[in-house]
Each structure stands twice: as structure tokens, then as C-alpha cells.
């Protein structure tokens, strides 16, 4: 890719980049959130045109032709994106063949075996005939991989494949991605895990604001500077946060108690107490029912047993405006499905808990909207081209920072964050972290939760750890280490 | 942010393209001209007297508004219910022949002779509360039940005509009382058809009630997610469900109209295929039929819009048979230029028009 140019109202999303990917490679693409990344893939697999620039592909002199996905698939070039793409009311089997004008689609039998044949290659635990709603989000993941390998591509983009998959998942798709490597296919790979880029990637090229910072072979760019070139500054911030060790040193005032908690979604009840000021989280292998626990205190979920004290008074809360009135805020784990509201502005997506606390006969003023909206876009940094912008043609994060505004502007008490750091970049992981520890310092209580433990054991003073959808053990202070954490979450059979 | 202001300027005749008022005002505009050029006489209007003696504008454009004005008010209606709950009612026509009938059966009841039996009023409001609760019927439908609303509300759609007449049992009440006939005829001494000025005053109290509550906000987040609003403390089988309830009111308003048009109902007749009309306004407006943002004004227009289309075609002789054959060649073309992809490739030829001009 040659001098790519590209250019949404109010923003120009890439400003003449190049990027050369070779046969069997495999190619970190780095940057920001907002760095363009998402929008080179996009370019590069005909959902975007290009405004300028040129496509080579191998063994052609011309410029390739790419104005649509499918001019994309056509020429080899596969992706699997960052938010599943699939539909989740068909079946794995049609959810691999749809689309690609074969005879499969109608050959059922054929289909489901062929299919099944290729899940059972990759080692995904997934059925041909199975609906893929049923399956987790990591099988959905993996599925979508399984789609794109056996479109026999040449070039294999994963974007951000591996936001939802837990640790063996990850090993099984790096040993995938080598295979593939090893049979020739150039493999781009954007992701915000560093451990995994240098586990398994040959070269990095980083973008920064819409421009190309650099190509750089994996062993001339150690993990520092590379942060440094994404960020485009020295790097002493991620240092600063990982010398504070967390020992919670507030009051004793109990904020939210809850006892024998337990919600329709199929956890085990469950006892939670959280201090003024206090950063706990809940940690577990995925699945294991971190999210549903906070889902109950939210009432997010049907709650079926169980008594909620706030600040030791009982309180009883049905539903999420209840919550809400009981000054809890919750930040939900799946941005796209239960955060924003795609076409509503900026403004309007950030406003809304707080207009929904104020009351119906109550809406903001326009003025006192946009006060809201300028001061947290300049206090979160959110980059967008206004507040009037819909906030679904923000990047990741920033549509992250709009959610944690629209919460923080209804002043909580207790602050949940389900998975806040998911699919952004490591500059907004580090303000996220660091603004989740100043709110605690000014007495909020957060609950905290990441599947990245460092990030966890960075922030939180308190550990909950869960294991098949119980409260299986509680750690602090001391205890507070990688290795302690993972016994804990394995049990007693290591 | 450099990029900003350079793209604001440059962009304006993109943006025209763009903004959702766009469609209906050109469509407006179009026809106007169509009809100047074909024949100027359209635009005529005669200030005359009907029957009692007071003065009456007559001529195409008042045609428009008067009958305008009743898809208007629905409008208003169907633009929420299709916002709330990313369908349509279809059974709007059917709820006006209940509305309608309700109103009559108050007003003078089984074997009267005509004259009023109760005020006006009190016959308006049962209406208004008989065409809630039926609203509230296809709300429970559809937001509770989750059943698709073109199909929750097929039933009242194929049932409704019936039940109207049930209503009546089977029988056509004709009201004699003079006064019954303003509220689709004229104010004595104003020559402007009354429906319009009803339609100005539910277009008022819709918008107030827009400004000065969150109907607004909430509507389109639940239409647009209704997973997250629930999750920012919204009710959205509530908001589904009172979207389905103002249309109730909506409808009963042109009941009255309707019967006070003609004194009296025809069950199988009254306010039919209404609906469509309805719906197609709303989409004319270029709200997305599948939910989310809304903007009631453009609806508006674009239910004068439809009634100008109509107009226009009795008035060149088409036949009523052969009526929605040619309407639906012009709202094909209507609805295609407003598709998000037409609109947006409009837009890219209008950038680069403008570029060429700059060149130049």
C-alpha cells in the first residue's frame, strides 16, 4: 500500500501512509486508538475507498482493484474483525459458507461436514450444526478465523482477535497463525497486547494521528520504545502507576453490602462488600461470572435472592434505574451491544444516565448539555470532531471515554467497570487506570474488571476471584501477586 | 482540527444533500413546479360560500391542506411508534372507523334522531380513550409480547372495521346538528379548512411536549438500543408501549374529523389504506423505518407531500382504481433518492462539483 490517503467529515484518518506486507509473515500493525489502524484495514479490504493512493499486490505491476469486500476476498485478502461480524441466528457451518457463492450453501450435508472437518483441523470446540449465538464470544472469534483460513487467503488480517479469548484459546490461535505463516500467508495483526506482538509477530509498523511513525523488524524495537513511538513521547507514565502498590488505607464506612446476592444469569449467590474509596475487582477466567456478579449489584439481570445494604441502611433495588438512584454506576462489558447508542451524538450519549436520573418532565437545557459535554470531552480528552458527532464514527476508545463520562457526570458513589480497558489503546489504558485510582483517592468506591491481571494487580487493593460461576476465594495485600492470583483462579488442582 | 472549518465551507451543498428535511422539501418543490408548468390554474384559489352562507377558500392547494392535514396528524404518531419500536401500525385506518364510530354512538346512540345526545366533547374524549386503550392493545402486542408490529397490529387492522361497527350494531348514525360539521368543514367566518388548523395545533403540542420532556431522547435511544437505554435506567417496553398510546390519541383526532366530514360512517370506507399514507410520510421524511432518530417536522411534510402527489393525480383524471399504481411509480423514485447509499453518493457529487467549481 502506497501513499494511502483517506478523509471523514471533520477528520483525516490517514495522511499518506505506506505499508508492505511480505509472504509469510507475520505483521504487527500498532498504534493509538484513532491512529488510523482500523481504517488502513478498511481501506486495504474495500469497505473504505480510498481517497488517494495505490494497492500492489504480488507479481502485479498495476494497481489493484478494491471497491468492495468482495473484490477483497476475491483477490485473497480475508479479515477478521475486532467486533464479530458473523450473523448469530444462522449456524457455524452457514455462518462459514454464507456469502461466497458456492454450491455448499445448498449442499447441507456436505456443508456441515466440510465444516466440521475445518473445526476439527483448528481444535475449535464448536459444532457445524450448532446456532452461533449459542456458542461464546470466544468460539464466535475463533469460527470467524475458521471462515477466513478456508477461503484459501493469501493476506489474513486479525483485527484485535484476541480482546475476548482467555490465555489457552490465544496459545491455540498463535499456533494457528504460525501454521499459516509457514505456508506462505502474510498475516497483519493489530492488536493492543504487547506480550502477544512479541510472541508472535516478525515486524511492526506503528502509526500515529493518521501517519506512518515506522516499519521496524521485531528484534531492533524493544517493548519501551515501542510504546514510546505509539505514543509519540517518552514513556514514564506506565512506570509511575506500577510503583504505587495498592494497599487500601481509606475509611471503614461500608458503602454497598450484599448478601446471598444472586441473579437470574446462573451464578452461585454470592456476598460483596465494598469500602469508601475502596478499588476491588473480580477476576476469573472468562466465563467464570465476573461480569454477572456486577450485573446483580447493577441489577442488570433478574435479581432472585438475596438483601443490598448501601451505607448499612437495606435498600431494595429491582431494576437499573433503582441502582442508579442508590448512586451506583455501571459500565457495561460489551461497549457496541450495551454501551453506546450508535447514532445519538456525542452530547446526547454522554447526558443520557444523568437525564434519566433527572426525570422525564426535566431535560437538560441545550447549554447546559453542551457544558457537560465540553468539559468532559476536554477533561477524558476525547478526540471528535464535535459533540454533535454520532458517537458511533468514534474509535474504540473514545466511545469508551463517552460511556465513563455519561457515568461519571451522574456523580456516583460506586463506580463498576466491566472490562473498561477492552480493545483500546495502552496511552487510554494507563489514563483509565490512573483516573480510576483518583476517583478512589476522592472517596468513590470502583469495582474493577480486566482480563489483564497486571492491570488488575496494578489498580485494585482487593481481588475477588471466581471460578465456575462462584465466589471461589478473596485476595489482599500480600497475597496480591501474578502466581497467587492464578493458583487461586486454577484451585487446588495445581 | 485544522481540517474542520475548510470542510464546513466546502461541504454546504454536500450537507443540503444530507439534511433529512431535504427529501420532503424537494419533493414539495418538484411538484410544485411540475404542476406550474403543466398547468398554472392548479394554484388557484377562489374565495366563495358554501351552502350556509360563509366564506370559503376553494381550489386545489386548500384540497391539500384540508386532506393533508389528517395524514399529518397520524404522522405524528406513526413517526414515534416507528422510532420506538422499528415498525409500523398498520391498523391506523381500522382504529379511525372505532374512533369514528365511538364518537357517533356517544353523540346520538342507537335510534336517534340526529340531534346531539351529549357535547361534542365528552363524544371526543370517549373517543380519545377507546383509541388509547386500542393503542395500548397493539403496545402490549408489541412490546411485551415482542411480536413484530406490522403483525401485532394486522390483527386490529383485520378486526377493526368490525368491531366499529359492532360499535353501532351494524347501523349508520347521522348526526343533523350543524355544529358537528366545523371540525372537518369550515369555522364559520374563517375560510381555511378547520383540519388544518387541528393539524397546526397537534404539530404544536407535539412539539412542546418534545421540548419541554424527554420523549424525545428516550424514543430514539430505545429505538436506537434499547439494551443500553435499559441498562441507563430507561424503560423501554414502557416507551415502546406509550409511543403505540399517542398514536391512539393521534387517530382519534382525525376520527373526529372524519365522521364530521360526512356527518356520518361508513364502516368499510372510513379513513382506508390511511395507514399507508401514514407510514409512506414518515418515510418520505427520511426517518429510518427501522427505528432510532426521527424528525417529526419532516414527517409533517411529508404528508402534505403525499396529499399534494395525490391531488395532483385526480386532478390530471387519473382514476381512483388506478391512483396508487401511479403513486407508488413517484414514491419508488422518492424513497430511492432518500436511501442512505443514494444519499451519500449525492453528497460525494456535490463535493466534487463544488471542487471543480473552486478550480475554476
Known amino acids: 500500500m502506497r501513499g494511502i490517503y483517506k478523509s471523514f467529515p471533520g477528520v483525516r484518518a490517514l495522511q499518506g501512509v505506506d505499508f508492505t506486507l511480505c509472504e509469510g509473515e507475520i505483521h504487527a500493525l500498532m498504534g493509538e486508538n484513532g491512529a488510523g489502524k482500523s481504517t488502513l484495514i478498511k481501506v486495504l479490504t474495500g469497505v473504505y475507498e480510498k481517497d488517494e493512493g495505490e494497492i500492489y499486490l504480488k507479481g502485479s505491476e498495476k494497481p489493484a482493484v478494491i471497491k468492495s469486500p468482495q473484490d477483497a476476498q476475491n483477490l485473497g485478502i480475508s479479515t477478521v474483525y475486532q467486533e464479530i461480524t458473523l450473523c448469530p441466528n444462522l449456524t457455524v457451518a452457514e455462518n462459514m459458507y454464507i456469502g461466497r457463492g458456492k454450491a455448499q450453501i445448498t449442499n447441507w450435508k456436505k456443508m456441515n461436514a466440510d465444516a466440521g472437518r475445518i473445526l476439527e483441523n483448528l481444535g475449535i470446540p464448536a459444532k457445524a450444526n450448532q446456532q452461533l449465538s449459542d456458542c461464546s464470544i470466544a468460539i464466535q472469534q475463533m469460527v470467524a478465523i475458521a471462515r477466513a483460513v478456508d477461503m484459501d487467503c493469501k493476506v489474513l488480517i486479525l483485527d484485535e482477535p484476541t480482546s475476548s479469548l482467555d490465555e489457552s484459546e490465544v496459545e491455540k490461535l498463535f499456533g494457528l497463525m504460525r501454521d499459516l505463516r509457514a505456508r506462505g500467508v502474510g498475516i497483519i495483526f493489530v492488536t493492543h497486547f504487547l506480550d502477544q506482538v512479541y510472541e508472535v509477530c516478525d515486524k ?38 506500577k510503583d504505587e502498590n495498592q494497599v487500601y488505607t481509606g475509611e471503614e464506612e461500608l458503602v454497598i453490602e450484599a448478601e446471598g446476592l444472586q441473579s437470574d ?161 495502552i496511552g487510554t489504558k494507563i489514563e483509565i487506570q490512573k483516573l480510576v485510582l483518583k476517583l478512589a483517592s476522592e472517596g468513590m468506591s470502583v469495582t474493577f474488571i480486566s482480563s489483564e491481571t497486571d492491570e488488575m494487580l496494578r489498580t485494585c487493593s482487593r481481588l475477588i476471584v471466581m471460578r465456575d460461576r462462584k465466589v471461589v476465594g478473596e485476595l489482599s495485600g500480600e497475597d496480591l501477586t501474578q502466581s497467587k492470583v492464578m493458583e487461586t483462579i486454577a484451585g487446588g488442582e495445581m | ?119 361534542i366533547l365528552v363524544g371526543f374524549l370517549a373517543a380519545c380513550v377507546v383509541a388509547m386503550l386500542f393503542g395500548a392493545f397493539n403496545g402490549v402486542l408489541v412490546a411485551i409480547f415482542r411480536i413484530q408490529p406490522m403483525v401485532a397490529t394486522l390483527i386490529l387492522y383485520t378486526a377493526g372495521r368490525s368491531i366499529a361497527a359492532w360499535i353501532n350494531n351494524n347501523e349508520l348514525p347521522i348526526i343533523t346538528d350543524k355544529g358537528f360539521t366545523v371540525f372537518g368543514g369550515f369555522i364559520p367566518g374563517i375560510p381555511i379548512p378547520t383540519p388544518f388548523f387541528l393539524a397546526v395545533l397537534c404539530v404544536v403540542i407535539a412539539l412542546l411536549v418534545l421540548k ?34 399517542i398514536l391512539g390519541l393521534c387517530v382519534a383526532v382525525v376520527g373526529l374529523i372524519k365522521t364530521s366530514r360526512l356527518s356520518t360512517i361508513n364502516y368499510s370506507v372510513i379513513a382506508k389504506d390511511i395507514e399507508m399514507d401514514a407510514i409512506l410520510a414518515v418515510a418520505l421524511g427520511g426517518n429510518v423505518l427501522s427505528g432510532g432518530k426521527f424528525n417529526i417536522m419532516a414527517s409533517i411534510l411529508g404528508a402534505y407531500v403525499i396529499q399534494f402527489l395525490t391531488t395532483t393525480l385526480y386532478k390530471f ?44
Open chain 2, 1 to 119: 482540527m485544522t481540517g474542520k472549518k475548510s470542510i464546513g465551507t466546502e461541504n454546504k451543498f454536500a450537507d443540503l444533500f444530507r439534511r433529512q428535511i431535504f427529501i420532503p422539501i424537494a419533493a414539495l418543490l418538484l411538484l410544485a413546479l411540475f404542476n406550474l408548468v403543466v398547468d398554472p390554474s392548479f394554484f388557484k384559489i377562489t374565495l366563495g360560500h358554501n351552502s350556509v352562507g360563509d366564506p370559503v377558500l376553494t381550489g386545489y392547494l386548500m384540497t391539500i391542506l384540508d386532506y393533508g392535514s389528517e395524514v399529518a396528524i397520524l404522522a405524528i404518531g406513526m413517526t414515534l411508534v416507528t422510532a420506538a419500536s422499528g415498525g409500523q401500525d398498520i391498523s391506523v385506518g381500522a382504529a379511525v372507523a372505532i374512533a369514528g364510530s365511538v364518537i357517533l354512538r356517544v353523540l346520538v346512540g342507537l335510534g336517534g334522531d340526529g340531534t346531539l345526545q351529549a357535547p
Open chain 2, 212 to 245: 419541554f420532556t424527554n420523549l424525545g431522547l428516550y424514543t430514539q435511544a430505545v429505538g436506537i438500543n434499547s439494551s443500553s437505554s435499559r441498562l441507563n435506567g430507561l424503560n423501554p417496553t414502557f416507551i415502546k408501549w406509550l409511543s403505540f398510546v
Open chain 1, 204 to 241: 511492526i509498523t506503528v502509526l500515529r494521528d493518521g501517519q506512518l511513525v515506522g516499519e521496524y523488524v521485531i528484534e531492533d524495537l524493544p517493548r519501551v520504545k515501542l510504546v514510546a513511538k505509539m505514543l509519540g513521547k517518552e514513556l514514564n507514565d506506565m512506570e509511575e502507576i
Open chain 1, 265 to 425: 444469569a446462573g451464578i452461585k449467590p454470592f456476598d460483596f462488600v465494598i469500602k469508601k474509596g475502596e478499588v476491588n475487582g473480580f477476576t476469573g477466567l472468562l466465563g467464570s461470572g465476573r461480569s454477572e456478579c456486577v450485573r446483580a449489584l447493577f441489577c442488570a439481570d433478574k435479581i432472585i435472592a438475596g438483601k443490598v445494604k448501601k451505607k448499612g441502611k437495606p435498600v431494595k433495588m429491582t431494576k437499573p434505574l433503582d441502582a442508579m438512584k442508590n448512586g451506583i454506576a455501571y459500565l457495561p462489558e460489551d461497549r457496541k451491544i450495551d454501551g453506546i447508542v450508535g447514532d445519538l451524538s456525542v452530547r446526547e450519549n454522554l447526558i443520557l444516565a444523568a437525564q434519566v436520573l433527572r426525570g422525564f418532565f426535566k431535560p437538560f437545557s441545550r447549554a447546559e448539555a453542551n457544558k457537560f459535554a465540553d468539559e468532559y470531552i476536554k477533561l477524558l480528552e476525547i478526540k471528535t470532531a464535535s459533540a454533535d458527532t454520532p458517537i458511533k464514527s468514534l474509535s474504540g476508545g473514545n466511545q469508551q471515554k463517552v460511556i465513563l463520562a455519561r457515568w461519571l457526570l451522574t456523580h456516583p458513589e460506586y463506580l463498576i467497570l466491566d472490562e473498561p480497558t477492552r480493545g483500546i489503546d
Open chain 2, 317 to 360: 383524471n387519473v382514476s381512483s382504481d388506478a391512483l396508487p399504481a401511479y403513486k407508488a411509480v413517484v414514491v419508488i423514485m422518492l424513497v430511492v433518492i432518500s436511501a442512505p447509499t443514494v444519499k451519500e453518493k449525492l453528497g460525494a457529487w456535490g463535493r466534487s462539483l463544488k471542487k471543480q467549481k473552486g478550480a475554476a
